[in-house]
């Protein structure tokens, strides 16, 4: 696996894809996921051996008191290995974050 915070072209339609893979991220475009992705302060993604992407999760924060963290999601495939645990790791032990007293995880139910 490689953790990977910035995101090529391909891989943004990769991030696309998974949106389409929640009930809550289906009806929204590639342009609109870019520009998500581009106006979240940390992303984070995982890929697998042949680097597809198979995780995802984005952090808005002030750096300081407060990270909300948004989609977390891990590809149907993947499900069930602790992925989703190792993202919300990642973005708790991520250096940009390690001032933050407060993290947040917004859900949608």
């Known amino acids: ?3 990977i915070s910035s995101f ?3 891989q943004m339609k990769q991030v696309h894809q998974l949106y389409k893979e929640v009930w809550w991220g289906k009806e929204r475009s590639l342009e609109d ?4 992705v581009q106006g979240s302060q940390i992303c ?3 890929l697998d051996d042949n680097d597809h992407l198979i995780g995802f999760t984005r952090v ?4 300081i008191y407060k990270a909300i963290i948004f989609d977390v ?4 495939a993947h499900r069930g290995n602790g992925l989703g645990q190792k993202l919300m790791n990642l973005v708790k032990g991520h ?5 933050v007293k407060h993290f947040e995880l917004y859900l949608l139910t």
Do not use: A, H, Q, W
């Not at 996921?33 to 998500?36: D, E, G, K, V």
């Not at 999601?73 to 149907?76: D, F, L, R």
């Not at 250096?95 to 001032?99: I, P």
């Open 60 to 63: 808005i924060s002030d750096f």
């Open 1 to 3: 696996m490689t953790i």
């Open 73 to 76: 999601i891990v590809s149907k």
């Open 8 to 10: 090529s072209s391909d």
């Open 44 to 46: 984070i993604g995982i």
């Open 95 to 99: 250096k940009e974050l390690r001032k």
């Open 33 to 36: 996921t870019i520009n998500c």
